[in-house]
């Protein structure tokens, strides 16, 4: 019998067998413990591939243009974040992290196990790049982004003529793949294929 521990309080239980589409939760902190969740891997890879072909467009497509004074300027999210290297370079570096390295290396991560699965492959890199998907689970953070740059666009308005360019669009689409890739992906199924139950 298989057990699982709770990640949230550490009670060790059975593994539960579970009908597709149930949760089991924990006795102790009623946190779930476990989702029985159907992954369909050609879906998945399908997103993965077009969302690391829109990555591209997404990074160094302009986001806006801005108008002032007779001056127009434009700004992607790669020359936004290297822009703020010398005046607060921590920033920059977590901008980049969080926007640019974590959800590509996590597309990359999604792609390559869904690729094995697809293809019915178990390379000894599997378990490696299972691990550093559920590292990177948590530190993808296109919508924050996305957030916090729709309330400078909001805050430049009054000062300057704001123009949305095609960057934006991809990088809005790129966010919905990402979004559909992370509420599809079970990293417990994948580790369930590399130990071939």
């Not at 993965?48 to 700004?75: N, R």
């Not at 977590?94 to 926007?99: E, M, N």
């Amino acid at each position: 019998m298989q057990t699982i521990i709770c990640s949230h309080c550490d009670l060790v239980s059975q593994k539960p067998i579970l009908a597709p589409g149930y949760v089991a939760k924990c006795a102790r902190c009623e946190r779930i413990l476990y989702k029985n969740k159907a992954v369909n891997a050609n879906k998945l890879f399908a997103l993965s591939i077009t969302a690391l072909l829109i990555c591209i467009p997404a990074f160094s497509s302009p986001l806006i243009s801005i108008h002032l004074l007779g001056v127009t300027e434009e700004a992607n999210l790669l020359q936004g974040a290297i822009m703020m290297i010398d005046i607060a370079p921590l920033v920059s570096f977590v901008v980049l992290f969080c926007a640019v390295v974590a959800p590509t290396l996590l597309t990359v991560c999604i792609a390559f196990s869904s690729g094995c699965v697809v293809f019915n492959k178990r390379p000894s890199l599997l378990n490696s790049v299972l691990k550093l998907t559920a590292i990177l689970f948590h530190w993808s953070m296109l919508e924050v982004y996305l957030v916090s740059f729709m309330v400078a666009v909001f805050k430049l308005i009054s000062y300057a003529d704001v123009y949305f360019n095609s960057g934006l669009y991809f990088f809005v689409a790129l966010l919905i793949l990402n979004m559909t890739m992370l509420c599809e992906y079970s990293n417990t199924k994948y580790w369930e294929y590399l130990r071939n139950e």
